[in-house]
């Protein structure tokens, strides 16, 4: 690999690893141990743990190196945020006027809303939260925005390590499914711009206050509840 593969490939690796919760918010991260177990010489590892650092999932601090970034509230807002601004300049891309949103398009969103509704029946919940990231990406990717697109999708890594690090439960998965997928993909069907705004902001608001929620019970008591 040229110097610049082997950065994208160490950051990959060790993204995916804090997403999925192997190293662990305050855990220090060595140079020397990374290059050990990612087979790749030092300097790649630190740029990959600069990267790391512009995309909030890393800390890096002068004489004490890097550690894996906390989540808590002021990260979970700021995340959440700009995916909702992000939706928003989407929405009003599809719908601002007619016919921007292909039959493709809604072929496929309308899939998603059904699998939604399908899978809020089961009682493993992954398939209901990759299928809502699914859904919400579509959306995005519809526009045809590359950086809309772009910026949207690194951010779901975030919202997988809130997951998977808050250990959430959903509870009311049917009631969600037809509130913010079916309603929200009516909504884009029938181009109605306003609609489909208040539900995506719903949406997400909600998924801000789950998650906070989350944090203050941790932080008060250590416990994690269903929300």
């Not at 040229?2 to 060790?14: L, M, P």
């Not at 890393?58 to 700009?82: F, L």
């Not at 919400?136 to 975030?158: K, N, V, W």
């Amino acid at each position: 690999m040229t110097q610049q593969e082997s950065t994208q490939f160490a950051a990959e690796q060790i993204r995916n690893a804090i997403i999925a919760g192997h190293f662990k918010p305050g855990d220090r991260l060595v140079e020397q141990q990374l290059t050990d177990m990612l087979n790749v010489s030092r300097h790649p590892v630190r740029e990959a743990l600069r990267l790391l650092a512009r995309e909030g999932f890393v800390d890096i601090q002068r004489n004490k190196g890097a550690s894996v970034s906390a989540v808590d509230p002021h990260s979970v807002i700021d995340v959440y945020n700009i995916r909702m601004a992000l939706g928003r300049i989407a929405l009003d891309h599809l719908l601002s006027e007619p016919g921007r949103v292909s039959p493709s398009v809604l072929k496929r969103l309308e899939k998603l809303a059904q699998n939604s509704t399908k899978y809020a029946t089961l009682e493993d919940q992954s398939h209901t939260v990759m299928n809502d990231f699914e859904f919400q990406q579509a959306i995005i990717d519809a526009t045809g925005l590359q950086r809309t697109m772009r910026y949207f999708s690194e951010l779901t890594g975030d919202v997988r390590r809130f997951n998977n690090l808050l250990s959430v439960v959903y509870t009311d998965r049917k009631g969600d499914s037809e509130k913010y997928v079916v309603k929200l993909y009516e909504a884009v069907r029938d181009g109605n711009c306003e609609e489909a705004q208040r539900i995506w902001q719903a949406k997400f608001h909600k998924a801000v206050e789950r998650y906070l929620s989350l944090i203050k019970d941790i932080e008060s008591d250590g416990a994690r509840r269903p929300r």
